[in-house]
Nanobody, 116 residues
């Protein structure tokens, strides 16, 4: 079994920064990609950013230039540096790990609230 634990969420003013962390533990023998998704109240869960084990990253258009995803393969961890935060970034942020296609895991989520 694999567990993903997120940390780093909180309340910040518009224009501020937060850094999210996600660490995976359990029966892990590597991963193909890790990423962050978010879900705002009344909306569907959406992709924020993903990064492969090799370091290739992908971002949602809404966060490009403001968010930076990184990973530490040895620690099975992924991070999300969020700068220039906006109220519309308010959501529960979920960590995701893709072990192989069709096998992926989710964290429990961490709340990010950006006040105007």
């Amino acid at each position: 079994q694999v567990q993903l634990v997120e940390s780093g969420g909180g309340l910040v003013q518009s224009g501020g920064s937060l850094r999210l962390s996600c660490a995976a533990s359990g029966s892990i023998f590597g991963f193909a990609a890790m990423g962050w998704y978010r879900q705002a109240p009344g909306k569907q869960r959406e992709l924020v950013a993903t990064i492969t084990r090799g370091g290739s990253s992908n971002y949602a258009d809404s966060v490009k230039g403001r968010f930076t995803i990184s990973r530490d393969n040895a620690k099975n961890s992924v991070y999300l540096q969020m700068d220039s935060l906006k109220p519309e970034d308010t959501a529960v942020y979920y960590c995701n790990m893709v072990v192989v296609v069709g096998m992926n895991y989710w964290g429990q989520g961490t709340q990010v609230t950006v006040s105007s």
